[in-house]
């Protein structure tokens, strides 16, 4: 059936996400906190409504396109987990009125500030988390931080209008250059206890604080313990990938996605291989470059989805993926690989991987049918 | 106007472009052959009309799907520049029956034999091309190798149907990793002169090559003879970007992309100020990496499009840009990028980033009135 897919075709493995989103689920279900995946991994909503009906409680969007586009598709409790710019205050006030539980991010003064008047001024109450840093990674109010206090007192509710703090999330980014469990399992605590202290924070300073929300995929599927946690959030655990088989939490047959390619042409003498799956198809994402195995471009495989190891995807052009055998060199490339044939890539990054992709072509659970999921791009 | 714009958004500037198009196409003119842009790195009718009201002749693309939406939009003449593969011949057959007029290409014998077969079988006569491999880079035949004429003797005209060779064409991709005026000189020459004796050893054996095509930006720009060349391809030069500015074969300031971002934190302790433009909106493609100056994921430049040199775009998240102050350490980050203030990343790569976008946002050449040109992405 892949045979009659026109390349380059983005496959997605409809059992390996169901184990994927089983494990998660089971894992949060053990610790009794709520799980709320992200969706811009997918932007897909028949994955998300799969996380959902396996027991997430709602979900993270990193767009306001995401919260639009999966609020039509039913999902009626969003964290948008971007700190908001205030011209986008507007289209967030649109899809609250729509009847979406939108809650926002802030992590500044100006922000907190601007969202409350904006609030009084539209006859809207807007809930909101503080962003908590807990590994100076990108974003977010240290959680020692004067700051984070005086964001709380910007936010304000004026009657039934303004912004209200309903909580604090993090996110411990710099989880992904990690690879020892150790190492992992420490940036867990580090990042619950970092959020659980800003909420301690909050709280002894007689602000409400409901919400202790943390995760990354790494950490969510690392931490000991959750105590003050209220919920994790993690995305790429749905599909996973290269870059986080590398990092140690999931094997390599556990990746759902892969990029099908066509054969087109040959270079013996050099040993190359050419398909017509270049950047585009894959993305430029080089995740694994600074990890302990740099994949190239992704995992060579098989139509069944074994992996190639002697098949080594090095260079990529927009339309052109150039593969080099680093095999027996008596195999006759040409004849192992022939012209049209197809090869299976598996991803670096599944989020940018997919995000070059207009659809989901779904190997099912049962049934030996392609299904096509479509997912959305964009802002 | 741009403040009203929701960011991450994709900026075109009209008066940038024209320019661009004009100095290609003058260039080609004075050495009197065609040129055929590449249509990949638009992917956008609005611009496609206005490079061949220039005087452009017919289009190249890197995919069917390019075919087909260029050719709804009125272009009749294309070119799909990458060796195709025998599962697309159907739908490059269609395209035909539609009345396109679609050129192949091949660069092995087992296509050029199945192609034949195919039109044979299908009563229909493809037009091909055989790619030509002028500087080892990707794919394509040597010009003095015997495989060129078993390419060619592949194909075949049985009666009316089968495959037609019409000519040769060659693509030096690795005029991108060159800086000096004289090595891309050399290598357009290169290039010209592989692909010239391709044809010439074809037509000694007796096939019909009428076409001698060429080309990439920095060849096409540098050229000092096209002699024996009967058309021109390039794709970046109706935009450019840093990379071509790297190169040298363009200036910054004739950079006609750019994304317009909003500043949505700071770190000022770490000099970081954090934006709603990640990778996503600007790809992953970190071409200038390589590059004489490495330009992180872009040049990041005020709201006018001057450069602000001391503001580093080093790291990137899918949603979160995060800008490194590199200047004067005295200055407030904060009071000068206030949160809500927008900035404009001029891209390493303008085919990349562009393909992480729906739309351009075009600021005419006259009125202030913002435009929108949509573009299609996938396959």
Redesign the interface.
């Known amino acids: 059936m892949l ?7 983005l496959l997605l493995d409809e059992k390996r996400m169901y184990r994927n989103i089983q494990r998660m689920q089971k894992r949060m279900d053990l610790f009794g906190v709520k799980f709320r995946p992200h969706a ?1 991994t997918s932007k897909c909503p028949e994955v998300v409504r799969r996380q959902i009906a396996a027991g997430a409680k709602g979900i993270t969007v ?3 396109k995401e919260a639009e586009r999966f609020h039509a598709a039913g999902i009626e409790d969003i964290l948008y987990a ?7 205050f507007g ?1 967030a006030l649109k899809l609250i009125q729509s009847g979406l539980k939108l809650t926002l991010l802030v ?2 003064v ?2 907190a500030k ?1 969202l409350t008047q904006f609030g009084i001024d539209q006859r809207q109450q807007f809930d909101v988390l503080i ?1 908590v ?1 807990t590994d ?1 990674h ?3 109010i240290a959680p020692e931080a004067p700051l984070l206090l005086d964001v709380a007192n910007a936010l304000r509710v004026d009657g039934r209008y303004g912004a209200q703090l309903r909580g604090v999330m993090t996110h411990a ?1 710099s989880s992904y250059a990690l690879h020892s469990e150790e190492d992992l399992v420490a940036m867990a605590e580090q990042e619950r206890v970092g959020c659980v202290r800003a909420a301690h924070r909050l709280r002894s300073a007689g602000y409400l604080c409901d919400v202790v929300s943390v995760g990354s995929t790494p950490t969510a599927l690392s931490a000991r313990s959750l105590d003050g946690v209220t919920e994790v959030r993690a995305g790429v655990y749905v599909f996973f990938d290269l870059v986080m088989a590398e990092i140690g939490i999931c094997k390599k047959e556990d990746i759902a996605l892969s990029v099908l390619c ?6 013996p003498q ?1 040993g190359w291989i ?1 398909t ?1 799956g270049g ?3 894959m ?4 995740g694994t470059q600074k990890q302990p195995h740099d994949y190239g471009y992704g995992l060579v495989c098989d139509i069944a989805g074994s992996p190639i190891e002697s098949l080594v995807f090095n ?1 990529a ?4 993926g ?1 593969l080099t055998w680093r095999g027996d060199t008596s195999v006759d490339i040409e004849q192992r690989f ?3 044939s197809q090869i299976r890539v598996v991803p670096n990054h599944a ?2 991987t997919g ?4 659809a989901y072509q779904v190997l099912p659970i049962d049934g030996n049918l392609l299904a096509t999921w479509s997912r959305f ?3």
């Open positions: 045979s009659q897919l026109e390349t380059p075709a811009k990193s767009t306001l971007v700190a908001i710019a205030p011209a986008k289209h992590e500044s100006a922000a601007e962003e840093d100076n990108r974003s977010g980014g066509t054969v087109i042409g040959h270079r050099a050419i017509d950047w585009m198809a993305s430029r994402d080089r260079e052009n927009q339309e052109h150039v022939p012209i049209g989020c940018a995000a070059q992709h207009a791009s964009g802002w």
